[in-house]
């Protein structure tokens, strides 16, 4: 009745017990599928070497050793995160290891998801900022358009403004007068 799932193996890692709560990480009913296996055939091969490390560490005396994060394979292939503690015990007389776990999968989805929330809030901050200086330096072309267009439309001197090939695009009051 655990709300941690508990995995008990021989000390060749053979799987010998699992309670209701890691037969539920493991997404399954049946104790029986897993009697009998080793324990790392469902905790994905990178992190083997890390287990085996663990071991050593428990079986030389280490106690109190901190919780490590592995993936597993469940029997029907879903990759999840698991969090787990393993601790010397004796079982049914003999010499075993109990490792406690929970299934962090939601866990992390929901930490990759708050960091794509932050991104995207980074993100939408910096986007606000652009746009606000975007229509600030339009605000000041403006202004700088109108006063020199003023000054333009002011002098008393003949203005005019051509394209490429030479067309006139513009001219002041003194142009058009003379």
Do not use: W
């Amino acid at each position: 009745s655990s709300p941690v799932g508990v995995f008990i193996h021989d000390e060749k890692g053979k799987i010998i017990f699992i309670n209701n709560e890691g037969l539920r990480i493991m997404g399954s009913r049946k104790l029986h599928e897993f009697i009998g296996v080793n324990m790392l055939h469902y905790v994905l091969e990178e992190y083997h070497d890390v287990i085996r490390k663990r071991k050593k560490q428990l079986l030389k005396g280490e106690k109190n050793l901190p919780f490590i994060i592995t993936k597993m394979r469940t029997p029907s292939g879903k990759i999840i995160d698991v969090e787990s503690r393993a601790t010397k015990i004796v079982y049914e007389g003999k010499p075993a290891m109990q490792i406690v776990c929970q299934d962090n999968t939601l866990q992390r989805e929901l930490e990759i998801e708050k960091l794509r929330a932050m991104v995207a809030e980074e993100t939408n901050l910096k986007l606000q900022r652009e746009i606000n200086e975007r229509k600030n330096a339009e605000r000041v072309l403006n202004e700088t358009q109108k006063y020199t267009r003023m000054l333009i439309e002011s002098s008393i001197d003949m203005i005019c403004a051509t394209d490429k090939e030479g067309y006139l695009t513009e001219f002041n009051a003194a142009a058009q007068k003379t």
